[in-house]
């Protein structure tokens, strides 16, 4: 595996991320740009996860894994979005400080163990 490959693809991957989610914030109309913002964020954390599992050989060929991951990570974006509330979760979540930085760690997260 290439120096490059392995740690260029995740650079280029931050790079390119942060430098969308920068144009959005300067030229898309306020009204849809929170959402935008968020689901790009989402997107390039699963991407930046799913770059730093590309130089290992995966280890199971399992959908429903998969498929489970995706349902935790359309959960937390929609939870992040503010789509999805249910009080007592809210409630639960807020006192273990899963908020923020913790649900952009979820989604770094889903995307490495998508290929594992």
């Known amino acids: 595996m290439s120096f490059a490959r392995r740690y260029g693809i995740p650079f280029l991957i931050m790079i390119v991320s942060g430098l969308i989610v920068r144009l959005f914030n ?26 730093l599992h590309i130089h290992k050989k995966r280890r199971d060929e399992s959908w429903f894994k998969k498929l489970v ?38 989604y770094v997260y889903c995307g490495w163990a998508f290929f594992d």
């Open 69 to 106: 991951i995706s349902f935790f990570l359309m959960f937390f974006l929609l939870w992040d979005l503010g789509y999805i509330v249910f009080p007592q979760l809210k409630s639960i979540f807020n006192f273990l400080g899963i908020q923020g930085f913790v649900i952009y760690m979820v």
């Open 26 to 51: 300067l030229y898309l109309p306020v009204s849809i740009r929170s959402t935008l913002v968020s689901i790009a964020i989402a997107v390039s954390l699963f991407a930046f996860g799913l770059s």
